[in-house]
């Protein structure tokens, strides 16, 4: 009984092997690429924020990135757009195996421009999450809103889940906060749950419309905003967790039966002699 005790605990620890090996080869990742901040007002031409952009500032790393805001807002104004920043940044956590999965967004944007309102969406995004390789997860998202001086029309923040693990996906699971109206305040989407993968991407995406400028710049619309994203893996037990319970418990039933009779047959000898 014992050798065959010995057997089956080599095989147990075989099969655990192979299942850290599939795991570990179902989805071999890519290097994260750089956070990156996304601007963009209509059919303007994109700007593009991230280390090596010429447009990030100091203290910009992989995982978190600072606008050099003069030099964002230059590159604004020569686009067209009808908004400038006096902050912008973003950071991740990516990779973040074993740990919950985040990003957040954050900046101030106002007016530069007269006329009727406009809107300007940014997204922050990254890649090479790897939070959900053993179990799927649930993602929760937060967002803030500050309009000053009462001059904001309204915010509404997205977090999107990339299971392709391309940045600024924005085709899988995603929620949508509440629209926030002036004077601002703060809202939590409903959680959803995402699926297992072994890497994934998040974007966070804030969609901001302000009013005109009356004040000749002196004290133009503005709203201060931030919207950040969370995933975090749920620890259930898998399918073939479940299985391998279930095959153990006629093994354990078992030995327990062969004890009893052995003990039984020790205590009829014992009783004979």
Known sequence: MTKWFDLFHRRLIL?????????ALAGPSARAGDV??????????????????????????????????AAVNAALTAAGY?????????IANSPAAGIAATLLL?????????GSNATITI??????????????GVMTSFSTANFFPNGGVSQVGSSYFGP????????????????????????????IGVPQTPVFSLTNRVVITLNG?????LNPPTDQFTHSTTVTATVIPEPASVTMLGMGMPVAFMGLMWLRRRRATADGATRDT
Not at 82 to 90: P, Q, R, T
């Open 164 to 191: 392709t693990n391309v940045q600024d996906d924005t085709s899988g699971p995603h929620t949508t906060a509440p629209t926030l109206f002036p004077p601002g305040g703060s809202t939590m989407e409903p959680p």
């Open 36 to 69: 990156t901040i996304i601007v963009t007002e209509g059919a303007l031409t994109p700007v593009v924020i991230n280390l090596g952009s010429g447009l990030e500032g100091p203290g910009t790393t992989a995982n978190n990135v600072t606008a050099d805001v």
């Open 123 to 136: 997204d922050a995004t990254q890649n090479d999450y790897t939070s959900l390789v053993a179990h799927p």
């Open 106 to 114: 954050t900046g101030q944007v106002f007016r530069t421009t007269t």
């Open 213 to 217: 400028d009356t004040s000749g710049g």
């Open 82 to 90: 009808d908004f400038n920043f006096n902050a912008l940044g973003a």
């Open 15 to 23: 099969a655990a092997a192979c299942g850290l090996a599939m795991i």
